[in-house]
């Protein structure tokens, strides 16, 4: 294609998207055909892009990322205005009381929504999730939604534990591992061939996201996160293991599943000498059992 | 296609100016007004929308970490945003070591299910393929259509005359096409 061919149709192009009126540049009909193909090819992109933050999002945004800065930094005095003083522990409480209270059933709902573990909302969201989950048309519909809700409760991990708020990301961790066993459980109530095979490929996507909580979780200076990355770890070998007979065609890795990275969830205490875990000495009775039984791992440490 | 041509975002010079120089609530308008743009380009990138929100909310607590860098007179700020938006996204892939996020809004039906699926397997398709090409044709076409800004603001955020955005555009599209095709036919 020479240059000025390649102009006329870049230009023509860039008419049509922009939804001004064209003239015939008298091209060939190959080189217009492509012209229409590239066309399609930008709204497809447009569309696939097309995405607006939740209302419930945006509602908060603002407040959320001013509380992130000011946490990160000392307290200083703002332009124009006095310096911020620490809230009152019995502020929160009745702010909150304040705006059940004022804010009606839309504000309560959007804050509810984005209300994160350790929140005083969180509990009344969770509900919310239960009520969906029951009234989920068929088992499929129920375990999309299941994956769905661990997803959100490793995003929130994830977050919470960016701005060092680790006692609510150990429970969001918590929580992400028992919707993970919830989820496999309603996997395995799934019968429609297709639903199956999107749904366990669906899990087998997640399991790469549970093993970098995991790590995350390990990582972080509390005690509370290490108790969640061992429900977690527990939680990703069982999911493992479910998907491999589910799903056989999908990819089922979790490497933590061979046991050389974390003492054995049941056994905390008389696992960690001589494992590689960089938390081995730290995480010695810290005392978090899991609350399920975890099946033994295959190749865990004697 | 109207809505391409559609500024992203109306900002007040002076407000950019005060939210720079560290006035928390300056910056608190700045991240409104570019928050549905970023947030657009983090979908498109990563699918999921919890982890669009965080992430949207990470680059702009980066941004503000690094605002006494950011310099008016050589870079717009939706393109300096899309920058460190973009440094976020490798970063989590990086850490996260996930290749596919999906969305995790919850389906109303059974039936929804598998248009879901569908609709993030394209988006997912068309972002793999964006990656594969060269930096200014990746830029071009990620600000014009997911973006949606328009050739005059892309050419103003790249640098670059209206006309040759336009060519970049078309070569760029090209490409995109032939990659696509390249992924259907194996």
Same mark, same amino acid.
């Given at each position: 294609?020479?240059?000025?061919?390649?102009?006329?149709?870049?230009?023509?192009?860039?008419?049509?998207?922009?939804?001004?009126?064209?003239?015939?540049?008298?091209? $060939?009909?190959?080189?217009?055909?492509?012209?229409?193909?590239?066309?399609?090819?930008?709204?497809?992109?447009?569309?696939?892009?097309?995405?607006? @933050?939740?209302?419930? =999002?945006?509602?908060?945004?603002?407040?959320?990322?001013?509380?992130? &800065?000011?946490?990160?930094?000392?307290?200083?005095?703002? @332009?124009?205005?006095? $310096?911020?003083?620490?809230? $009152?522990?019995?502020?929160?409480?009745? *702010?909150?009381?304040?705006?059940?209270?004022?804010?009606?059933?839309?504000?309560?709902?959007?804050?509810?929504?984005?209300?994160? @573990?350790?929140?005083?909302? =969180?509990?009344?969201?969770?509900?919310?999730?239960? *009520?969906?989950?029951?009234?989920?048309?068929? $088992? +499929?519909?129920?375990?999309?939604?299941?994956?769905? &809700?661990?997803?959100?409760?490793?995003?929130?991990?994830?977050?919470?534990?960016?701005?060092?708020?680790?006692?609510?990301?150990?429970?969001?961790?918590?929580?992400? +591992?028992?919707?993970?066993?919830? +989820?496999?459980?309603?996997?395995?109530? *799934?019968?429609?061939?297709?639903?199956?095979?999107?749904?366990?490929?669906?899990?087998?996507?997640?399991?790469?996201? *549970?093993?970098?909580?995991?790590?995350?979780?390990?990582?972080?200076?509390?005690?509370?996160?290490?108790?969640?990355?061992?429900?977690?770890?527990?939680?990703?070998?069982?999911?493992?293991?479910?998907?491999?007979?589910?799903?056989?065609?999908?990819? =089922?890795?979790?490497?933590?599943?061979?046991?050389?990275?974390?003492?054995?969830?049941?056994?905390?205490?008389?696992?960690?000498?001589?494992?590689?875990?960089?938390?081995? +000495?730290?995480?010695?009775?810290?005392?978090?059992?899991?609350?399920?039984?975890?099946?033994?791992?295959?190749?865990?440490?004697? | 296609?109207?809505?391409?041509?559609?500024?992203?975002?109306?900002?007040?010079?002076?407000?950019? #100016?005060?939210?720079?120089?560290?006035?928390?609530?300056?910056?608190?308008?700045?991240?409104?007004?570019?928050?549905?743009?970023?947030?657009?380009?983090?979908?498109?990138?990563?699918?999921?929308?919890?982890?669009?929100?965080?992430?949207?909310?990470?680059?702009?607590? #980066?941004?503000? !970490?690094?605002?006494?860098?950011?310099?008016?007179?050589?870079?717009?700020?939706?393109?300096?945003?899309?920058?460190?938006?973009?440094?976020?996204?490798?970063?989590?892939?990086?850490?996260?070591?996930?290749?596919?996020?999906?969305?995790?809004?919850?389906?109303?039906?059974?039936?929804?299910?598998?248009?879901?699926?569908?609709?993030?397997?394209?988006?997912?398709?068309?972002?793999?393929?964006?990656?594969?090409?060269?930096?200014?044709?990746?830029?071009?076409?990620?600000?014009?259509?997911?973006? !949606?800004?328009?050739?005059?603001?892309?050419?103003?955020?790249?640098?670059?005359?209206?006309?040759?955005?336009?060519?970049?555009?078309?070569?760029?599209?090209?490409?995109?096409?032939?990659?696509?095709? !390249?992924?259907?036919?194996?």
């Amino acid at each position: 294609m020479d240059d000025r061919t390649e102009k006329l149709l870049a230009d023509l192009l860039a008419r049509r998207l922009s939804g001004a009126p064209t003239e015939d540049p008298g091209l $060939p009909t190959e080189a217009l055909r492509e012209s229409e193909a590239l066309e399609r090819l930008a709204r497809r992109m447009g569309q696939a892009g097309r995405a607006t @933050p939740p209302a419930a =999002f945006m509602t908060r945004a603002r407040g959320r990322l001013l509380h992130a &800065i000011e946490a990160t930094q000392p307290a200083r005095p703002r @332009p124009g205005g006095l $310096p911020m003083r620490p809230r $009152p522990l019995w502020a929160i409480p009745l *702010v909150s009381m304040l705006v059940v209270g004022l804010a009606g059933t839309a504000g309560v709902t959007y804050a509810t929504a984005a209300a994160l @573990p350790g929140d005083i909302l =969180f509990p009344a969201k969770a509900a919310v999730e239960q *009520v969906a989950l029951d009234l989920a048309p068929g $088992p +499929s519909a129920r375990a999309d939604l299941s994956l769905a &809700i661990t997803e959100r409760r490793l995003s929130e991990g994830e977050q919470l534990a960016s701005h060092g708020r680790w006692a609510q990301a150990g429970l969001a961790l918590e929580a992400a +591992s028992g919707a993970l066993d919830r +989820s496999v459980k309603l996997l395995e109530g *799934v019968q429609e061939a297709r639903a199956l095979d999107l749904l366990t490929g669906r899990l087998a996507g997640l399991l790469p996201r *549970v093993e970098g909580a995991v790590a995350l979780a390990r990582g972080a200076p509390s005690t509370q996160m290490k108790g969640a990355a061992e429900m977690l770890t527990a939680s990703g070998m069982r999911a493992s293991e479910a998907g491999k007979h589910l799903g056989p065609q999908h990819k =089922f890795d979790f490497p933590l599943s061979n046991g050389n990275n974390l003492p054995h969830p049941d056994k905390p205490k008389h696992t960690t000498r001589g494992e590689d875990s960089p938390t081995s +000495s730290k995480d010695k009775g810290h005392g978090s059992q899991p609350t399920r039984t975890p099946k033994k791992p295959t190749g865990a440490p004697k | 296609m109207q809505v391409l041509d559609t500024p992203p975002t109306a900002l007040d010079d002076a407000a950019l #100016r005060r939210a720079l120089a560290g006035d928390v609530q300056a910056f608190g308008d700045l991240y409104l007004a570019c928050l549905p743009v970023i947030f657009r380009y983090i979908r498109f990138r990563v699918g999921d929308q919890a982890l669009a929100q965080d992430l949207a909310e990470t680059t702009f607590l #980066r941004a503000w !970490e690094a605002r006494r860098r950011f310099r008016p007179g050589a870079t717009p700020i939706l393109g300096w945003l899309y920058r460190i938006a973009r440094n976020a996204v490798i970063d989590h892939y990086r850490t996260a070591r996930q290749t596919v996020a999906l969305d995790s809004s919850m389906p109303a039906r059974e039936v929804d299910v598998q248009a879901k699926a569908e609709e993030n397997e394209e988006r997912r398709r068309l972002a793999a393929a964006l990656e594969q090409l060269d930096d200014v044709g990746r830029d071009v076409l990620t600000m014009r259509f997911v973006m !949606e800004m328009s050739h005059a603001q892309v050419a103003a955020h790249l640098g670059r005359s209206q006309e040759s955005i336009r060519v970049i555009q078309f070569r760029a599209l090209r490409k995109l096409r032939a990659r696509l095709q !390249e992924g259907d036919g194996r």
